[in-house]
């Protein structure tokens, strides 16, 4: 058995930016009201021609760079996402030659905002069992595209983004390690946060057409409620299974959808603000995007250090939560 480590980070994020007075002009809401709320003050958005696996390989060759490695060292392409280019093929398959990955193996992984934390335990499992050395792990979003402009509780949410990581084998004298990663889906919330139409219940038709259900659609208070709940659980369970305490982390890496859902979390497991990276002010909520992006930031910027312990949190559609702890 091997150990797993994070060996390179990247992201990408289109130039077109749709700030909170920008949105003032497109529904009744307003700067003051977004960002008491949601802490966002601006986000990204993919411009006529731009596509998802753009941005994820922009990311990706970012992520190779760090990581020293060609995009012909990578077995195994995980991209996490809920916005695809294309129901089919797989946008992991679409991205693959944008990079030249030409040895991966190529599919996606769709948990919605939590896509990212599952994909790090999936590559975990095959770099554990020797399977493979190096994968790329992406989270991206194009999620411009599935916004209903008319919908204020949606549209001033999220954002469109790219963040990708080399995830490969320790060499045996390094602490790098996945410690745990806890994980846990109900699907009776199945409709709270949700795409209707699009999928095979519920194809486009022609009647279907500009209906709200092929756009996101949301109860934004259970979903708050769920996500508070959910994280603090996955967060105690994995550094219980680790034989850590909340002390022990020296970085929180929390999913970035909104700040006072961040907040409630710090607040209950006692998680100091100083602590926990954020970028939801920048670029909204970019769903499986903001783990990597927020990380790939604070790696760049020189905060995370080798050997640092850091704890990724995070919820999504499904409803779906995880939470892994990592010496990186
Ligand atoms: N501008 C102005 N007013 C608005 C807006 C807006 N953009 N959106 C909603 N409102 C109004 C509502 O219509 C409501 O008005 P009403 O009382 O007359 O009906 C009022 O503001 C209050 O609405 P609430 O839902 O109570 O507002 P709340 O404080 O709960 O904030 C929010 C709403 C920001 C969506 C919050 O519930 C939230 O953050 N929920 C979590 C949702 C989330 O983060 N989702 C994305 C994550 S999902 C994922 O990442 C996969």
Redesign the pocket.
Known sequence: MYNTKILGTGSAFPEQELSNHE?EKV????DE??RE??GILTRRKVSEGEENSDLGAAASKKALEMAGLSAEDVGLILYCTNTPDKILPATACIMQPKIGAKNAVAFDLNA???GWVLGLSVADQFIRTGAYKNILVIGAEALSRFINWND???????GDGAGATVISRAEKNEESRIYSTKMLSDGNYESI?DIRFGGSRFPVTEERLGQPGQYIA?N??E??KF?VRALVDRCCEVLKESDYMVDDITWFVP?Q??I??IEAINKKLEIPMEKTFLNVHKYG?T?AA?CPTVFDEAVREGRVQRGDLVLFAT???GLTSAASLIRF
């Open positions: 949105l529904v009744d809401t307003s009201w977004i709320r949601t919605a905002c939590a204020r509780n949606t549209c001033v949410l999220f946060l949301m934004g208070r979903v708050f996500a999913h959808a909104n006072r859902i909520n769903s903001t919820f999504g559609g």
